[in-house]
């Protein structure tokens, strides 16, 4: 067993020293706090290479497996490879001292090592610990190949026929490789800042040697801090707008695999994590060894349970994992959907969007609740097989490219079924017809006032045909109170990468709703009509009365 040299370091990432003390009792002194800490940020680790961490400047403990990396880690824009951090945790806000920390880490992941600055981004800020807990530390390192086939050939978001033609690549072109696919017939390469595949047949290596050191593509454990265990505080309840919280940012148009708290997960955007641990909480459901996990989604989306479940932007999950007598963090559960963050949750990262652009792939935005509502609408769409837009010259092997499609989904019969003219107050069964190959669908309801609160969506596994949804009144985020709505239904599959895309979409279909009687309405209430418009709980005029809206 490799011997550990661990050094704590009281070292500052990012705190603040450079006020005069001010009182904890007044939130006014956040701003100010903050703002220096961001500022101390930007000029300190502007140019943060890949795998590693950045010194700023107090109040930080880390530890490392090197006794030199813990010597020459202890002055303002200081620089550690993470592959000797074990871990790192930044200080709580400290008014009195005027102090919060930050921290910035620049993790590769499960990204090649091609484009400069694709890598993954964390910032502690506050009362945040991680530590590290990957073990893998092979380097993707790109090698050029080069197309060999007399016609354009087809980049597949996949490595299969059976996947999305991302583009083409020109004969005799040059293309990054990055890794080869279990069975060896595809080569992942760079394209568009992404992820592609060719066909291993049309292309050949400029070097032989660097092609066949390539990895096998995986969702392996690849880089330090990959895989990861991490607690924050409860936050300051003098100061909400300096969070205590860890904020992860992939780069853009790319997704990245993280273990997190012993969970596996898939990011492709702005994601902000933070803990309740057992022992900080009267909880009776949260054991003393046990921590509840927090993401909310501040930008894309994060995929988890086995790629069964999406959270979108302004949404949130949870799980909870318990330290077992090894002292490994276990996750108990499955991730769970949060629904959506309030506007008041979502306002204590709006010191995000201060970040300066040079520490970001691409600034940070708090969504709206609009933007978040709007992001869940369904696009009308034809009912198609979502077609490969390239002509039929492309290929994928020597021979003609004769099946074309996009998607292992068979949408030619997915349609919406009923109801297609008028529906009932109360629970009603929306039916469409199966889009065979869809791993799961996505049913949308609509307010056809696009007033706020009137988006109802649900996910449903692939095998269901049907979803029974509530649209009395008040029911379904107030969709129940409109006299018209909008329905559609959208089938998703999952590609070779393991990423989520929608094949096809049933035709939009608007619908008019029945209007109950006041009686239906006040006995669906659990109340009584006593008079004319009068609902009471309870078949007296002394009942209370129970307010039906307009």
Not at 366 to 384: G, S, W
Not at 488 to 504: F, L, M, R, S, T
């Amino acid at each position: 067993m490799r011997r550990f040299w661990i050094y704590i370091l009281i070292m500052g990432v990012f705190g603040i020293s450079i006020l005069p003390p001010l009182s904890a009792q007044e939130d006014d002194v956040c701003p100010p706090i903050i703002t220096d800490a961001i500022m101390l940020a930007g000029e300190s680790c502007d140019d943060l290479g890949r795998n590693s961490a950045c010194y700023g400047h107090n109040q930080v403990m880390a530890s490392f497996s090197s006794e030199d990396t813990a010597e020459n880690f202890s002055e303002p824009a200081d620089i550690a490879e993470l592959a000797d951090v074990v871990s790192i945790s930044t200080a709580a806000l400290n008014a009195d001292e005027s102090v919060w920390g930050l921290a910035l880490m620049n993790v590769q992941a499960n990204i090649p090592d091609t484009i400069p600055g694709q890598a993954v981004l964390f910032f502690l800020m506050g009362e945040t610990e991680v530590e590290n807990r990957a073990t893998q530390l092979t380097e993707i390192v790109p090698t050029n190949i080069t197309i060999t086939a007399s016609e354009r050939v087809n980049i597949r978001s996949g490595a299969g026929r059976n996947f999305n033609a991302l583009g083409t690549a020109d004969p005799n072109s040059v293309q990054s490789a990055t890794g080869i696919s279990e069975d060896g017939e595809w080569v992942r390469v760079v394209f568009d800042d992404a992820d592609g595949w060719i066909s291993r047949s049309l292309i050949t290596p400029q070097d032989e040697t660097a092609f066949n050191n390539l990895p096998i593509a995986s969702e392996e454990i690849l880089s330090p801090m990959q895989a990861f265990y991490f607690t924050t505080g409860a936050g300051s309840p003098t100061c909400k707008t300096a969070p205590d919280a860890l904020v992860i940012q992939s780069p853009e148009r790319l997704s990245v695999n993280l273990t997190i708290n012993g969970a596996k997960v898939k990011i492709g955007s702005t994601i902000v994590l933070t803990t309740v641990m057992g022992d900080d909480t009267q909880d009776d459901e949260l054991a003393d060894n046990c921590r509840r996990t927090e993401a909310i989604v501040l930008d894309g989306e994060l995929v988890t349970n086995r790629n069964s479940l999406q959270i979108p932007i302004g949404h949130s999950a949870f799980f909870t994992a318990c330290t077992d007598e090894n002292g490994d963090v276990v996750p108990q559960d499955d991730w769970e959907a949060d629904g959506i963050v309030s506007e008041e949750r979502l306002a204590q990262f709006a010191i995000l969007e201060t970040l300066p652009e040079g520490l970001l792939h691409y600034p940070i935005r708090i969504p709206t609740r609009d933007e978040i509502e709007e992001a869940l609408r369904p696009t009308p769409a034809p009912n198609n097989n979502n077609a490969n837009s390239s002509d039929n010259t492309n290929q994928d092997n020597n021979d003609d490219d004769d099946d074309d499609s996009t998607s292992g989904v068979d949408c030619s019969n997915f349609y919406a079924v009923s109801p297609s003219d008028e529906i009932q107050w109360g629970v009603q069964e929306f039916r469409w017809s199966p889009a065979v190959g869809a791993e799961f669908y996505y049913f949308t309801l609509v307010r056809n006032d696009n007033l706020p609160g009137s988006v109802f969506i649900s996910q449903v596994g692939g095998v269901a045909e049907s979803v029974f949804a509530d649209v009395g009144m008040g029911a379904l985020y107030q969709v129940g109170r409109a006299t018209d709505v909008i329905w559609q239904v959208e089938a998703w599959a999952q590609d070779a990468n393991g990423q989520y895309y929608k094949a096809c979409s049933t035709d939009t279909i608007r619908v008019r709703r029945n209007i109950a009687s006041f009686t239906d309405i006040c006995n669906a209430l659990g109340g009584v009509e006593i008079a004319p418009n009068d609902c009471r709980d309870g078949a007296s005029f002394t009942a209370p009365v129970i307010t039906i809206p307009n």
